[in-house]
């Protein structure tokens, strides 16, 4: 974590907008949101991805994949597009949630 810590404010930034660039091209329930052929509502009621819990593990998802894989960390991404964003519970954990999208990450 080191080199994160050493960049500029500048930069971190730019980091963290390429992190939810990157996350987006593999959301397809968000895109479908942005196309119009899902409502929010919609997706507050069936999907995780609509959760805001959702927004919270992958950021700190993020955090690990930058310390774990610097250079790489994109490439780990992609995997997001294999979850299955399907609300099962009502009671959802953020633990649960960060150790789930990892499995899908490592």
Request: without cysteine; proline residues 1%; aromatic residues 10%.
């Amino acid at each position: 974590m080191r080199q994160y810590q050493e960049r500029s404010i500048e930069d971190k930034i730019n980091l963290g907008v390429s992190y939810w660039q990157e996350v987006s091209l593999y959301m397809e329930d968000w895109k479908r949101i942005k196309q119009g052929s899902l409502t929010l509502e919609e997706i507050r009621d069936n999907y995780l991805s609509g959760q805001g819990i959702i927004l919270t593990a992958l950021g700190k998802v993020g955090q690990l994949l930058l310390e774990t894989y610097p250079d790489h960390w994109q490439e780990k991404l992609s995997q997001l597009k294999r979850v299955d964003w399907l609300l099962s519970e009502t009671s959802v954990d953020l633990d649960e949630i960060i150790t789930y999208l990892l499995g899908y990450l490592d």
